[in-house]
């Protein structure tokens, strides 16, 4: 079992963009602990494909350090509307996120790649992991 890190994000939103590195570098440096879920608030699917390419947010299974990233998208492209899922979430502003642990429960809301590293470096040292 790992832990999640769920983050909602969008093409057009700078502020989610300038995480990405940092959400990338995590899943790189924990890649048995932690699996990276990218949410897409993106209507469009041309433009959120696009910037997933250049920034390359997808997993790398066959590299020498394989790690997860998981790429989903918050709208349907044949109806157009909000998958029912995250409406539930009721997420008003992005980048939003959570750390979710290895029990399903929610540690931490809204942190940045930054505080991520440093928190799973903490949550692995207290399991003896590191």
Not at 54 to 75: C, F, G, M, T, V
Request: aromatic letters at 10%; one cysteine or more; a positive charge.
């Amino acid at each position: 079992v790992q832990y999640f890190y769920v983050d909602f994000w969008a093409s057009w939103c700078e502020p989610c963009l300038q995480q990405m590195p940092n959400i990338k570098m995590a899943a790189q440096l924990y890649p048995e602990d932690l699996v990276v879920v990218l949410v897409s608030m993106d209507k469009e699917s041309k433009q959120w494909w696009k910037t997933v390419k250049e920034l390359d947010l997808r997993s790398h299974p066959k590299d020498e350090h394989p790690y997860e990233i998981q790429n989903l998208r918050a709208y349907n492209d044949n109806t157009g509307k909000m998958q029912l899922e995250v409406k539930r979430l009721d997420i008003r502003t992005i980048p939003h996120n959570y750390l979710v642990d290895r029990t399903g429960r929610i540690i931490a809301k809204n942190i940045s790649g930054n505080l991520l590293i440093d928190r799973m470096k903490e949550l692995l040292k207290k399991e003896g992991k590191q």
